[in-house]
């Protein structure tokens, strides 16, 4: 999703389940290079949080500045995509 709207895109639907696993649509306008970004950026982002999460655990007080961080984070995200219809 969050791939979607930095290209310029967006999510038309988000479906969470009770087992934690979830399923996004999401849309561009269509261009192949958009598209590429938006079905790769699912490991990507992974690979680049993981990277983050390690670049934390560099100081005394980066895992619990790291562990904040990514809190607020998906807090913000909860409160931007999750609706109950």
């Known amino acids: 999703g969050t791939a979607a709207i930095m290209v310029g895109g967006g999510i038309q639907k988000l479906l969470i389940y009770p087992d934690t696993s979830g399923l996004a649509w999401t849309y561009t306008d269509g261009s192949e290079w958009k598209r590429g970004v938006v079905a790769s950026a699912g490991y990507t982002g992974?690979?680049?949080?993981?990277?983050?999460?390690?670049?934390?655990?560099?100081?005394?007080?980066?895992?619990?500045?790291?562990?904040?961080?990514?809190?607020?984070?998906?807090?913000?995200?909860?409160?931007?995509?999750v609706r109950n219809t």
Request: glycine content about 12%; some cysteine; charged content about 10%.
């Open 46 to 81: 992974t690979a680049i949080l993981g990277m983050i999460m390690l670049l934390f655990r560099r100081t005394h007080r980066g895992p619990t500045y790291g562990l904040i961080a990514i809190g607020v984070v998906i807090l913000l995200s909860c409160m931007l995509y």
